[in-house]
């Protein structure tokens, strides 16, 4: 005796087994159905693990340099802040003999925004405010065999502190034990930065060469970075924005 089914009607001999065997069509159907079930899942844990991940510029910053550039596509560069009054002028090397401060550089600065202008010539940096100059400095760049960059460029990223590492090996002429620098404002690839130099008696011109202080202790130009006193460092890392237009003239 047939027994009833939900919809009323009763079953045929037979029918209950080929209901519970899926047909050929069917079959195909529910493997394409897993398939894409399954690479939808791996395009969801692909798509997290790249958003997770932030998508940094590229950069050919020296090697082991200890420097982590600013996302620029998602996260904010440190809010500003306000540098205060300008230090007093250094005009000084060994902090007791003047020099004298030079001409500014001629160039023509953006009537709105920064600009920071440095003569390698000089040995000067001079800061502008909406065209306007606000700050200069004594500085000291690269050494002879290993020369400051020219021509323009902007501030890549800001740093407070960072310690720089050599990327020559010891025994190199050019190698350095990893430095504590206390302000540093990225401004090229390669690791050229403006920055600090705590340990130096000697800015301004002819800073950049070799020479023999009357201490007896030898100086020489940097590796490359623009290196100022701590104060003056202080302050233009303060006032400058990421972005901030940076001119290397020889």
């Known amino acids: 005796m047939d027994v009833p089914t939900a919809g009323g009607s ?29 690479a939808v899942g ?8 790249k958003l997770s991940r ?17 996302n620029t596509s998602g996260s904010q560069p440190p809010a500003k802040v306000d540098p205060g009054p300008p230090p007093p002028p250094c005009n000084c090397t060994l902090n007791t003999v003047n020099v004298p401060r030079p001409t500014p550089t001629p160039v023509r600065p953006p009537d709105q925004g920064q600009m920071i202008v440095v003569s390698l010539t000089k040995e000067w940096l001079w800061a502008y405010q909406d065209g306007k100059q606000v700050f200069d400095t004594p500085v000291t760049t690269g050494r ?4 400051t960059v020219t021509g323009t460029f902007s501030v890549m990223g800001k740093f407070a502190p960072i310690e720089f590492t050599s990327p020559w090996p010891p025994g190199s002429p ?11 404002l990225l401004f090229a690839d390669g690791g050229y930065f403006l920055h600090d130099a705590w340990w130096r ?3 301004g011109p002819g800073s950049n ?8 202790t030898f100086e020489t130009g940097s590796h ?20 901030t237009i940076v001119q290397v003239n020889p």
């Open 10 to 38: 009763p079953e045929q001999p037979g029918q209950r087994n080929a209901a519970r065997r899926p047909s050929g069509k069917g079959v195909i159907l529910l493997a394409l159905l897993l398939v894409c079930v399954v």
């Open 144 to 147: 002879p065999e290993l020369p």
């Open 174 to 184: 050019f190698w350095y034990a990893p430095t504590h620098i206390n302000f540093a």
């Open 54 to 70: 932030p998508a940094l510029k590229p950069s050919t910053l020296a090697q082991n340099q200890v420097v982590t550039l600013y």
């Open 201 to 203: 008696n000697d800015f």
């Open 209 to 216: 060469q070799p020479h023999t202080l009357p201490d007896g």
């Open 224 to 243: 490359g970075c623009v290196q100022m006193p701590t104060p003056a460092a202080q302050w233009l890392y303060n006032w400058a924005d990421v972005g």
């Open 42 to 49: 791996f395009g969801g844990v692909f798509a997290a693990s």
